[in-house]
């Protein structure tokens, strides 16, 4: 398949957009729990990390001339960095955005915006990415998500 097949189903709703949805729906159950009686330190870690992950993944492509864009060109599969934990650390670092703030509000219940932000992801972007790099690294990518858990792996 070829990348203008790919480029033509991504979705319109690219993922920066999903986490604001993420993080907008979370807002009635904020206002609905004040005052609140926030984890302000586990929520904060839990961003930082998000948004460290982000980064450090946007970096490494930059530098790879990799666009951050889903389905763009890339010349090379990039396995350093974050992408030796997890071969989808820009994805994982928005989950973790979004489930940093129920943290750092104490509104727990609002993990599901999370959780639903993950489903989506996993569905509408890393399922067909892992295809689209399959396709175009081969065995190399056969080779690297045998090492490399999709999102994070736990324990051995």
Known sequence: MSLATYSDRQSSLLPPRGLLLSLLGQVPLII?????????FAGLVVIAAGI???IWAAR?????SIGICPFSSTPVLVTRGP????????????????LGLSL?????????????????????????????LRDHFDTAYDEYSKR?????????
């Open 52 to 54: 460290a992950l982000n």
């Open 32 to 40: 609905g729990n004040w005052p609140l009686k926030p984890s302000m």
């Open 60 to 64: 490494l492509f930059e530098r790879d």
């Open 83 to 98: 992408f030796v934990v997890t071969r989808h650390p820009m994805y994982l670092g928005l989950v973790a955005i979004a």
């Open 104 to 132: 750092a509000t104490g509104v727990l219940a609002n993990m599901w915006s999370a959780v639903t932000l993950a489903v989506w992801l996993h569905y509408a972007y890393v399922l067909p990415e892992e295809k689209f």
């Open 148 to 156: 490399v858990s999709r999102w994070v792996r736990v324990g051995k």
